[in-house]
């Protein structure tokens, strides 16, 4: 590998920007992680918009989304003067590593991805893009591209990361060690949140009702009010129990993510005392994270010249790493070098 031994490992994660505000389940489940790993790892995070072809999509809406996503990483703490803010549509190299990926990767490898079968269970395979049966492989190749040590993403991608690993090393036994064998990095106690008002479901900008997402950029009132309703079970006991009681555990698992309260600490402290009072001051921490940080995404968006000068900077340190990869990777697979 080029890469200098005193270079620090890198960490590696993007975000799709398919809504027009993050969830909680993207905070909690990953993006909290991005900012804590910056500070020890080389980072790249980017902004998945190749990736938001894969389903119908409003042109219009995908540049503000774009912009809103970048917004957003830097209110929640990703420092763009640290970590590599980009869109992945800047970085050509990820879609040109995809098709020499594709070509390792086997079709019934690619159909069995859970996802795929999710995404296609309504309207059938046959409705569905290539590019959304494509989609792991690109995925992998965003990885890969920056040979990182961690990824650090929700349970809900961890099938993702396995095939990135597969393809990474069939590349490097098929032609020669090429990439790293990146790891998931998904935090036990947050990888799945689960959606408020079906707490067996995970909280999803695609499949969640209105009531069962908590978005971060909504009025705080109405976060408040879906912590209030939110579904929980017919006894009043406020304890930590996935299997019997989906709805509070995940209250809890969202009251002390945000609190830094222990499980344990929280469930003595609501002893006695119903889901009334736990709901109640459940909702305030949640008004109160949410409420500076709306106001830090908008006073962001007020500037987007400055955004877009974040992600182009972004982008050219992106290419950087990606293009070397690359070259190697073409070299390695028999492609005639372009030039001299
Ligand atoms: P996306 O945009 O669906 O979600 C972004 C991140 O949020 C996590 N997440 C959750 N975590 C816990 N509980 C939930 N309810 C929940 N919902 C979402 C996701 O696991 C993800 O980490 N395929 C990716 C985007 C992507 C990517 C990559 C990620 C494209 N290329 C390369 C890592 C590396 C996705 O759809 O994320």
Redesign the pocket.
């Known amino acids: 590998m080029s890469d200098a031994p005193t270079a620090l490992p890198r960490v590696?994660?993007?975000?799709?920007p398919?809504a027009d505000s993050f969830?909680?389940?993207?905070y909690?489940?990953?993006?909290r992680q991005w900012v804590a790993l910056q500070e020890e790892f080389e980072p790249f995070f980017?902004i998945?918009d190749l990736?938001a072809l894969t389903m119908e999509h409003d042109p219009k809406k995908l540049a503000d989304r774009t912009r809103v996503a970048a917004a957003q990483l830097i209110a929640m703490g990703i420092d763009p003067e640290r970590s590599a803010v980009f869109a992945?549509s800047h970085v050509p190299e990820h879609a040109e590593l995809a098709w020499v990926m594709s070509s390792l990767t086997g079709f019934g490898e690619a159909r069995r991805m859970t996802q795929f079968k999710d995404k296609t269970a309504k309207g059938g395979e046959g409705a569905a893009s290539v590019a959304l049966f494509n989609?792991p492989i690109?995925?992998a190749a965003?990885?890969l591209l920056y040979r990182p040590q961690y990824?650090?993403?929700?349970?809900?991608?961890r099938q993702?990361l396995e095939l990135t690993r597969d393809l990474a090393q069939r590349f490097n036994h098929r032609f020669k060690k090429t990439f790293r064998l990146p790891e998931a990095y998904i935090l036990k106690e947050?990888?799945?949140?689960?959606d408020l008002q079906q707490p067996d479901k995970?909280?999803?900008?695609s499949a969640s009702s209105p009531g069962g997402i908590i978005e971060l950029l909504e009025d705080p009132k109405v976060s408040a009010k879906k912590i209030r309703s939110a579904v929980t079970d017919s006894e009043t006991e406020v304890r930590f129990d996935e299997e019997a009681k989906p709805g509070v555990s995940n209250l809890l698992t969202i009251y002390s993510a945000l609190t830094g309260r222990s499980i344990d600490d929280l469930e003595k402290a609501y002893a006695g005392r119903g889901y009334g009072d736990f709901k109640g001051d459940l909702a305030d921490v949640v008004v109160e994270f949410v409420t500076p940080f709306r106001a830090r995404t908008l006073e962001l968006l007020d500037d987007r010249a400055e955004l877009d000068a974040v992600l182009k900077s972004g982008a050219g340190r992106a290419r950087e790493v990606a293009s070397r990869t690359l070259a190697d990777v073409y070299e390695r697979v028999g492609f005639l070098p372009a030039q001299g």
Do not use: C, R, W
């Open positions: 590696l994660s993007g975000i799709q398919t969830h909680f389940g993207n909690l489940g990953a993006t980017f998945a990736h992945q989609y690109l995925q965003d990885i990824v650090p993403v929700g349970e809900d991608q993702h947050t990888a799945k949140i689960t995970k909280m999803s900008k």
